[in-house]
Nanobody, 127 residues
């Protein structure tokens, strides 16, 4: 059975950058749309960004638009989340997820539409 594994989390200062990676094993990511979600302590898991299978369409939460960039490398079976201008409120566990089929703006941000999830990576932003 395939799995998704996130990496790249850690500690950053406000205004800094981190790059998260989501690698798939046992599964070909090029068949799936990919999404990133995050969950802060005591809060619901929320949508961050998504990208369709080809990389031609991307979707972002308003809170990260202009600061975060989602991308993918299907040959490497990996998706990425470049996070710039980090803020303390970006502190959370970040999860990648895969969704089979076409995505639009609604399905991209809907947790229940994702079929597979990684275990998460912690991102902590200090002020």
């Amino acid at each position: 059975q395939g799995q998704l594994v996130e990496s790249g989390g850690g500690l950053a200062q406000a205004g800094g950058s981190l790059r998260l990676s989501c690698a798939a094993s046992g599964r070909t990511l090029s068949w799936y749309a990919m999404g990133w979600f995050r969950q802060a302590p005591g809060k619901e898991r929320e949508f961050v960004a998504a990208i369709n299978w080809s990389g031609a369409s991307t979707f972002y939460a308003d809170s990260v638009k202009g600061r975060f960039t989602i991308s993918r490398d299907n040959a490497a079976n990996t998706a990425y989340l470049q996070m710039n201008s980090l803020k303390p409120e970006d502190t959370a566990v970040y999860y990648c997820a895969a969704q089979n089929g076409y995505i639009g703006s609604v399905s991209a941000s809907t947790r229940a539409r994702y079929d597979y999830w990684g275990q998460g990576t912690q991102v902590t932003v200090s002020s």
